[in-house]
């Protein structure tokens, strides 16, 4: 098991920037792949970015294509994802979770409590 804490959210204006951090404690980070979901309110949590345990597969969500990055540092064990050209339709809860590299709910085991990230139009 390992734990996640996530942090770098926040208010901004669409067309705006803000990169999310997940910081993992744990002796295995360079062992999982890693996922970010979010949830907005009223919808189920969905799939933005997924990262394998080495950093060299990456998989997205059509909707953040282009526009977002997923990235892992594991000598700090941390996983970052950049998002870029934000739209108000980002406006979620966002997760980090610890598992196998999928892009479904159920491949990760491990998850943090989630930061919120509003976009304002």
């Known amino acids: 098991q390992v734990q996640l804490v996530e942090s770098g959210g926040g208010l901004v204006q669409a067309g705006g920037s803000l990169r999310l951090s997940c910081v993992v404690s744990g002796r295995t980070f360079s062992s999982y792949a890693f996922g970010w979901f979010r949830q907005a309110p009223g919808k189920e949590r969905e799939f933005v970015a997924a990262i394998s345990w080495g950093g060299g597969l990456t998989h997205y969500a059509d909707s953040v294509t282009g526009r977002f990055t997923i990235s892992r540092d594991n000598a700090k064990n941390t996983v970052y994802l950049q998002m870029n050209s934000l739209k108000p339709s980002d406006t979620a809860v966002y997760y980090c979770?610890?598992?196998?590299?999928?892009?479904?709910?159920?491949?990760?085991?491990?998850w943090g409590q989630g930061t919120q990230v509003t976009v304002s139009s």
């Open positions: 979770a610890a598992g196998v590299y999928g892009n479904r709910p159920e491949d990760f085991g491990s």
